[in-house]
Protein backbone atom coordinates (compact mmCIF):
# COMPACT_ATOMS: atom_id res chain seq x y z
CA UNK A 1 0.00 0.00 0.00
CA UNK A 2 0.95 3.58 -0.89
CA UNK A 3 2.42 5.85 1.91
CA UNK A 4 -0.90 7.80 2.86
CA UNK A 5 -1.17 11.31 2.68
CA UNK A 6 -2.95 13.11 5.44
CA UNK A 7 -4.59 16.37 4.68
CA UNK A 8 -5.17 19.53 7.33
CA UNK A 9 -4.40 16.76 10.27
CA UNK A 10 -1.74 14.05 11.06
CA UNK A 11 -3.05 10.52 11.99
CA UNK A 12 -2.27 10.29 15.87
CA UNK A 13 -3.02 6.91 18.05
CA UNK A 14 -2.72 8.15 21.84
CA UNK A 15 -6.38 6.75 23.05
CA UNK A 16 -4.64 6.06 26.60
CA UNK A 17 -4.64 10.24 27.56
CA UNK A 18 -8.69 9.87 27.05
CA UNK A 19 -10.39 6.67 28.25
CA UNK A 20 -12.43 8.32 30.31
CA UNK A 21 -13.31 11.14 28.05
CA UNK A 22 -16.96 11.77 26.67
CA UNK A 23 -17.57 10.38 23.16
CA UNK A 24 -19.28 13.87 21.52
CA UNK A 25 -20.94 11.68 18.76
CA UNK A 26 -24.84 10.30 19.49
CA UNK A 27 -24.84 6.49 18.85
CA UNK A 28 -21.63 6.21 17.50
CA UNK A 29 -21.59 3.04 17.25
CA UNK A 30 -24.87 2.72 15.76
CA UNK A 31 -26.17 0.12 18.72
CA UNK A 32 -28.69 2.22 20.09
CA UNK A 33 -32.08 0.80 20.23
CA UNK A 34 -35.57 2.02 19.81
CA UNK A 35 -37.66 -0.88 22.14
CA UNK A 36 -35.98 -3.97 21.21
CA UNK A 37 -34.74 -3.33 17.78
CA UNK A 38 -31.70 -1.58 16.96
CA UNK A 39 -31.97 2.00 15.71
CA UNK A 40 -29.74 4.34 13.49
CA UNK A 41 -31.18 7.46 15.29
CA UNK A 42 -30.04 10.29 15.62
CA UNK A 43 -27.93 9.55 12.36
CA UNK A 44 -29.33 11.56 9.09
CA UNK A 45 -28.35 9.80 5.92
CA UNK A 46 -27.63 11.86 2.33
CA UNK A 47 -28.92 10.03 0.07
CA UNK A 48 -29.26 5.83 0.80
CA UNK A 49 -26.95 4.66 3.23
CA UNK A 50 -27.07 0.74 4.12
CA UNK A 51 -27.46 -0.18 7.87
CA UNK A 52 -26.43 -3.42 8.81
CA UNK A 53 -27.26 -5.75 11.51
CA UNK A 54 -25.47 -9.03 12.59
CA UNK A 55 -28.07 -12.01 12.47
CA UNK A 56 -30.69 -9.73 10.91
CA UNK A 57 -31.98 -9.32 7.54
CA UNK A 58 -29.82 -7.17 4.86
CA UNK A 59 -30.45 -3.86 3.24
CA UNK A 60 -32.48 -4.42 -0.12
CA UNK A 61 -30.09 -5.25 -2.79
CA UNK A 62 -27.22 -6.78 -1.04
CA UNK A 63 -28.11 -10.42 -0.82
CA UNK A 64 -25.73 -12.04 -2.56
CA UNK A 65 -22.78 -9.73 -0.36
CA UNK A 66 -19.76 -11.38 1.50
CA UNK A 67 -20.48 -9.46 4.44
CA UNK A 68 -18.08 -9.05 7.55
CA UNK A 69 -18.95 -8.77 11.22
CA UNK A 70 -18.86 -5.37 13.17
CA UNK A 71 -15.82 -3.90 14.76
CA UNK A 72 -17.52 -4.70 17.87
CA UNK A 73 -21.20 -4.86 18.74
CA UNK A 74 -24.06 -5.45 16.42
CA UNK A 75 -24.49 -3.03 13.89
CA UNK A 76 -22.45 -1.19 11.47
CA UNK A 77 -23.03 0.79 8.75
CA UNK A 78 -22.10 1.63 4.68
CA UNK A 79 -20.68 3.83 2.44
CA UNK A 80 -21.30 3.54 -1.73
CA UNK A 81 -19.50 5.75 -3.93
CA UNK A 82 -19.66 6.11 -7.71
CA UNK A 83 -19.56 8.66 -10.52
CA UNK A 84 -22.35 11.27 -9.82
CA UNK A 85 -23.39 9.70 -6.54
CA UNK A 86 -22.12 9.70 -2.98
CA UNK A 87 -23.78 8.79 0.56
CA UNK A 88 -22.62 10.65 3.81
CA UNK A 89 -23.62 10.16 7.31
CA UNK A 90 -24.41 13.19 9.46
CA UNK A 91 -24.93 13.56 12.89
CA UNK A 92 -25.28 16.23 15.73
CA UNK A 93 -23.08 16.54 18.19
CA UNK A 94 -23.83 16.19 21.97
CA UNK A 95 -22.48 19.64 22.44
CA UNK A 96 -20.74 22.05 20.43
CA UNK A 97 -17.21 22.20 20.43
CA UNK A 98 -14.83 24.88 22.57
CA UNK A 99 -12.99 27.47 20.36
CA UNK A 100 -9.28 26.51 20.92
CA UNK A 101 -9.78 23.34 22.28
CA UNK A 102 -8.14 19.80 20.16
CA UNK A 103 -10.63 16.93 19.71
CA UNK A 104 -9.71 13.87 18.97
CA UNK A 105 -11.58 12.22 15.83
CA UNK A 106 -11.62 8.12 14.72
CA UNK A 107 -13.40 5.73 13.06
CA UNK A 108 -13.01 2.36 11.38
CA UNK A 109 -13.74 1.69 8.23
CA UNK A 110 -13.55 -1.56 6.19
CA UNK A 111 -13.56 -2.12 2.40
CA UNK A 112 -16.19 -4.02 1.13
CA UNK A 113 -15.30 -6.94 -1.60
CA UNK A 114 -18.52 -5.67 -3.55
CA UNK A 115 -16.32 -2.87 -5.28
CA UNK A 116 -14.65 -3.45 -8.25
CA UNK A 117 -12.65 -0.10 -6.97
CA UNK A 118 -10.99 2.16 -4.36
CA UNK A 119 -12.28 5.12 -3.25
CA UNK A 120 -8.91 7.55 -2.75
CA UNK A 121 -9.87 9.60 0.73
CA UNK A 122 -12.19 9.59 3.48
CA UNK A 123 -12.58 11.74 6.01
CA UNK A 124 -14.68 13.98 8.38
CA UNK A 125 -16.14 17.55 8.36
CA UNK A 126 -17.17 19.52 11.47
CA UNK A 127 -19.49 22.63 11.32
CA UNK A 128 -21.58 24.98 12.73
CA UNK A 129 -24.39 24.27 9.95
CA UNK A 130 -25.13 20.76 8.45
CA UNK A 131 -23.62 20.73 4.70
CA UNK A 132 -25.74 19.19 2.04
CA UNK A 133 -23.13 17.72 0.49
CA UNK A 134 -25.67 16.67 -2.41
CA UNK A 135 -23.74 18.00 -5.44
CA UNK A 136 -20.11 18.73 -5.95
CA UNK A 137 -20.77 22.46 -4.94
CA UNK A 138 -20.89 22.05 -1.27
CA UNK A 139 -17.13 20.25 -1.13
CA UNK A 140 -15.86 23.08 -2.29
CA UNK A 141 -17.91 25.47 0.59
CA UNK A 142 -17.34 22.85 3.45
CA UNK A 143 -14.09 20.77 2.80
CA UNK A 144 -12.94 17.64 5.20
CA UNK A 145 -11.17 19.32 8.30
CA UNK A 146 -10.28 15.45 8.53
CA UNK A 147 -8.95 13.45 5.47
CA UNK A 148 -7.61 10.06 4.69
CA UNK A 149 -5.82 9.74 1.50
CA UNK A 150 -4.04 6.98 -0.49
CA UNK A 151 -3.27 7.99 -3.52
CA UNK A 152 -2.99 4.07 -4.58
CA UNK A 153 -6.88 3.58 -3.16
CA UNK A 154 -7.90 3.22 0.63
CA UNK A 155 -7.32 -1.28 -0.12
CA UNK A 156 -6.99 -2.67 3.01
CA UNK A 157 -7.70 -6.18 3.33
CA UNK A 158 -11.30 -6.94 2.95
CA UNK A 159 -11.15 -8.84 6.26
CA UNK A 160 -9.47 -6.12 8.90
CA UNK A 161 -11.24 -3.25 9.72
CA UNK A 162 -8.78 0.51 9.38
CA UNK A 163 -8.50 3.01 11.95
CA UNK A 164 -8.68 6.50 10.39
CA UNK A 165 -8.14 9.11 12.98
CA UNK A 166 -6.98 12.75 13.78
CA UNK A 167 -7.05 15.80 15.35
CA UNK A 168 -9.01 18.79 15.13
CA UNK A 169 -8.45 22.58 16.64
CA UNK A 170 -12.30 23.68 17.01
CA UNK A 171 -12.40 27.51 16.19
CA UNK A 172 -15.97 27.42 18.61
CA UNK A 173 -19.64 26.58 18.00
CA UNK A 174 -19.05 23.38 15.70
CA UNK A 175 -21.84 21.14 16.18
CA UNK A 176 -22.26 19.08 13.43
CA UNK A 177 -20.61 15.92 12.21
CA UNK A 178 -20.34 14.27 8.66
CA UNK A 179 -18.44 11.36 7.56
CA UNK A 180 -17.62 10.32 4.17
CA UNK A 181 -15.47 11.09 0.48
CA UNK A 182 -15.38 14.23 0.06
CA UNK A 183 -12.86 14.58 -2.47
CA UNK A 184 -13.02 17.32 -5.48
CA UNK A 185 -10.91 15.96 -8.06
CA UNK A 186 -12.30 14.69 -11.18
CA UNK A 187 -13.80 10.91 -10.37
CA UNK A 188 -11.55 9.40 -12.58
CA UNK A 189 -9.19 10.77 -9.92
CA UNK A 190 -11.14 9.88 -7.03
CA UNK A 191 -11.45 6.07 -7.38
CA UNK A 192 -8.87 3.43 -8.27
CA UNK A 193 -9.91 0.74 -10.24
CA UNK A 194 -8.84 -3.24 -8.70
CA UNK A 195 -7.68 -5.79 -11.04
CA UNK A 196 -11.22 -7.31 -11.67
CA UNK A 197 -14.35 -6.77 -12.44
CA UNK A 198 -17.60 -7.91 -10.69
CA UNK A 199 -20.25 -7.72 -13.92
CA UNK A 200 -23.72 -7.82 -11.80
CA UNK A 201 -22.11 -3.88 -11.15
CA UNK A 202 -21.62 -2.66 -14.77
CA UNK A 203 -19.92 0.40 -12.90
CA UNK A 204 -16.93 1.69 -10.91
CA UNK A 205 -18.41 1.38 -7.56
CA UNK A 206 -16.55 1.50 -4.31
CA UNK A 207 -18.05 0.40 -0.95
CA UNK A 208 -16.72 1.01 2.92
CA UNK A 209 -18.19 -0.38 5.56
CA UNK A 210 -17.82 2.36 8.29
CA UNK A 211 -18.43 1.49 12.49
CA UNK A 212 -17.05 2.81 16.01
CA UNK A 213 -17.52 6.60 15.20
CA UNK A 214 -15.34 8.91 17.58
CA UNK A 215 -15.33 12.64 18.88
CA UNK A 216 -13.53 13.50 22.18
CA UNK A 217 -12.18 16.81 23.36
CA UNK A 218 -8.54 15.76 24.76
CA UNK A 219 -7.48 16.54 28.07
CA UNK A 220 -5.28 19.70 28.30
CA UNK A 221 -1.84 17.86 29.62
CA UNK A 222 -1.30 16.75 25.84
CA UNK A 223 -1.78 20.25 24.35
CA UNK A 224 1.95 20.22 23.73
CA UNK A 225 4.29 21.35 20.43
CA UNK A 226 5.72 18.11 20.33
CA UNK A 227 2.05 16.99 18.59
CA UNK A 228 1.86 18.14 15.12
CA UNK A 229 -1.52 19.77 14.40
CA UNK A 230 -2.67 21.96 11.96
CA UNK A 231 -6.51 23.86 11.37
CA UNK A 232 -8.83 24.74 8.86
CA UNK A 233 -9.98 28.53 9.52
CA UNK A 234 -13.63 28.73 8.85
CA UNK A 235 -14.50 32.41 9.74
CA UNK A 236 -17.50 31.67 9.75
CA UNK A 237 -20.10 32.20 13.30
CA UNK A 238 -23.78 31.31 12.85
CA UNK A 239 -26.01 32.14 15.68
CA UNK A 240 -28.44 29.42 17.14
CA UNK A 241 -31.94 28.86 15.09
CA UNK A 242 -34.21 30.89 16.41
CA UNK A 243 -38.04 30.36 16.28
CA UNK A 244 -39.23 31.64 12.49
CA UNK A 245 -35.57 32.08 11.01
CA UNK A 246 -33.58 29.74 9.45
CA UNK A 247 -29.98 31.07 9.26
CA UNK A 248 -27.28 30.60 6.72
CA UNK A 249 -23.61 31.96 6.24
CA UNK A 250 -24.69 35.29 3.82
CA UNK A 251 -28.43 34.24 3.68
CA UNK A 252 -31.28 34.69 6.00
CA UNK A 253 -35.00 34.01 5.52
CA UNK A 254 -36.94 35.98 8.12
CA UNK A 255 -40.05 34.01 8.50
CA UNK A 256 -43.15 35.09 10.23
CA UNK A 257 -46.24 33.61 11.66
CA UNK A 258 -48.85 33.29 8.83
CA UNK A 259 -46.52 34.98 6.14
CA UNK A 260 -45.83 33.63 3.00
CA UNK A 261 -41.98 32.94 2.18
CA UNK A 262 -40.64 31.52 -1.83
CA UNK A 263 -37.48 29.32 -1.28
CA UNK A 264 -35.81 30.94 -4.10
CA UNK A 265 -33.31 28.67 -4.45
CA UNK A 266 -35.83 25.46 -4.36
CA UNK A 267 -36.19 24.98 -8.62
CA UNK A 268 -37.73 22.30 -10.56
CA UNK A 269 -37.11 21.29 -14.58
CA UNK A 270 -39.02 22.74 -16.63
CA UNK A 271 -42.91 20.69 -16.65
CA UNK A 272 -41.17 18.38 -14.01
CA UNK A 273 -41.50 17.89 -10.71
CA UNK A 274 -37.58 16.80 -10.73
CA UNK A 275 -35.67 19.01 -8.33
CA UNK A 276 -32.46 20.68 -9.81
CA UNK A 277 -29.57 18.90 -7.37
CA UNK A 278 -29.42 23.06 -6.36
CA UNK A 279 -32.39 22.75 -4.69
CA UNK A 280 -31.64 20.53 -1.93
CA UNK A 281 -29.30 22.77 0.03
CA UNK A 282 -32.28 24.99 1.00
CA UNK A 283 -34.09 21.89 1.82
CA UNK A 284 -31.38 20.68 4.01
CA UNK A 285 -32.20 24.25 5.66
CA UNK A 286 -36.10 24.22 5.74
CA UNK A 287 -35.39 20.46 7.74
CA UNK A 288 -33.12 22.07 10.24
CA UNK A 289 -35.66 24.48 11.14
CA UNK A 290 -38.13 22.19 11.78
CA UNK A 291 -36.03 20.31 13.59
CA UNK A 292 -35.47 22.65 15.47
CA UNK A 293 -38.56 24.51 16.05
CA UNK A 294 -40.41 20.61 16.48
CA UNK A 295 -44.30 22.60 17.78
CA UNK A 296 -44.07 24.80 13.91
CA UNK A 297 -46.02 23.88 11.12
CA UNK A 298 -45.71 25.09 7.44
CA UNK A 299 -47.97 24.79 4.45
CA UNK A 300 -45.86 23.94 1.14
CA UNK A 301 -46.94 25.22 -1.75
CA UNK A 302 -46.37 24.42 -5.23
CA UNK A 303 -46.57 26.63 -8.32
CA UNK A 304 -45.85 26.65 -12.47
CA UNK A 305 -45.39 28.65 -15.30
CA UNK A 306 -48.22 29.47 -17.75
CA UNK A 307 -47.19 27.23 -20.22
CA UNK A 308 -49.89 24.67 -20.45
CA UNK A 309 -53.45 24.42 -19.68
CA UNK A 310 -54.44 25.24 -16.37
CA UNK A 311 -55.64 21.76 -15.59
CA UNK A 312 -51.88 20.53 -16.05
CA UNK A 313 -50.53 22.67 -14.08
CA UNK A 314 -52.75 22.41 -11.36
CA UNK A 315 -51.68 19.02 -10.65
CA UNK A 316 -48.08 19.96 -11.66
CA UNK A 317 -47.99 22.45 -8.96
CA UNK A 318 -49.48 19.63 -6.91
CA UNK A 319 -46.97 17.52 -7.50
CA UNK A 320 -44.19 19.68 -7.04
CA UNK A 321 -45.80 20.68 -3.44
CA UNK A 322 -45.96 16.59 -2.77
CA UNK A 323 -41.96 16.14 -3.70
CA UNK A 324 -41.00 18.75 -0.88
CA UNK A 325 -43.37 17.21 1.15
CA UNK A 326 -42.37 13.50 0.47
CA UNK A 327 -38.82 14.90 0.83
CA UNK A 328 -39.80 15.91 4.66
CA UNK A 329 -41.33 12.75 5.64
CA UNK A 330 -38.77 10.75 4.26
CA UNK A 331 -35.88 12.40 6.88
CA UNK A 332 -38.49 12.17 9.44
CA UNK A 333 -40.96 14.99 9.35
CA UNK A 334 -44.15 14.02 10.64
CA UNK A 335 -46.53 14.44 7.95
CA UNK A 336 -49.26 16.66 9.97
CA UNK A 337 -46.81 19.08 10.18
CA UNK A 338 -46.43 19.83 6.68
CA UNK A 339 -49.36 20.39 4.66
CA UNK A 340 -49.24 20.75 0.90
CA UNK A 341 -51.16 22.16 -2.07
CA UNK A 342 -50.69 23.58 -5.33
CA UNK A 343 -51.65 26.55 -6.81
CA UNK A 344 -50.91 25.88 -10.63
CA UNK A 345 -50.34 29.43 -12.39
CA UNK A 346 -52.43 31.44 -10.27
CA UNK A 347 -49.76 33.16 -8.32
CA UNK A 348 -46.61 34.05 -10.49
CA UNK A 349 -43.21 36.12 -9.13
CA UNK A 350 -42.64 37.03 -12.19
CA UNK A 351 -43.09 37.54 -15.93
CA UNK A 352 -44.21 34.49 -18.03
CA UNK A 353 -42.97 36.31 -21.07
CA UNK A 354 -39.26 35.32 -20.15
CA UNK A 355 -37.72 31.86 -20.00
CA UNK A 356 -35.88 33.60 -16.90
CA UNK A 357 -38.83 34.72 -15.73
CA UNK A 358 -40.87 31.27 -15.88
CA UNK A 359 -38.54 29.49 -14.23
CA UNK A 360 -38.55 31.75 -11.29
CA UNK A 361 -42.87 30.83 -11.73
CA UNK A 362 -41.84 27.20 -11.24
CA UNK A 363 -41.16 27.18 -7.54
CA UNK A 364 -42.62 26.21 -4.15
CA UNK A 365 -43.48 28.79 -1.13
CA UNK A 366 -43.91 28.04 2.40
CA UNK A 367 -46.31 29.59 4.35
CA UNK A 368 -45.92 29.82 8.39
CA UNK A 369 -49.14 27.74 9.91
CA UNK A 370 -47.79 27.44 13.71
Known amino acids: MGTPRITVLILVFFLSYFVQAQNLVPNGSFENRRGKRYSHRPWRFVNTVDI ?44 KLTAGKKYYFEMWVRWSDHSNCYAKSIGASIYHRRPAYTND ?73 VDNIQLIQLLDQIDKDTIPLASIDTNVVVPDTVPYNIYEENKVYLIEKEKTINLEDIRFEFASDDLFLSSYHDLELLLEYLNENPQSRIRIEGHTDNVGSESFNKRLSEKRARAIHNYLVRNRIDKDRIPYVGFGEEKPIATNDTPAGRQKNRRVSLTILE
Do not use: C
Not at 53 to 78: E, H, M, Q
Not at 147 to 169: H, P
Open 137 to 209: EYLYSSPPQIEYSDKMGIRNDSTVWMRISGVYRASGGEKYLTVGNFSKRKFKDRLKSSNWFMPHIFRNEAYYF
Open 52 to 95: FIKSSSRPRGTDNWNLPGPKDGNVFAGLRIYPGYREFLQIKLKK
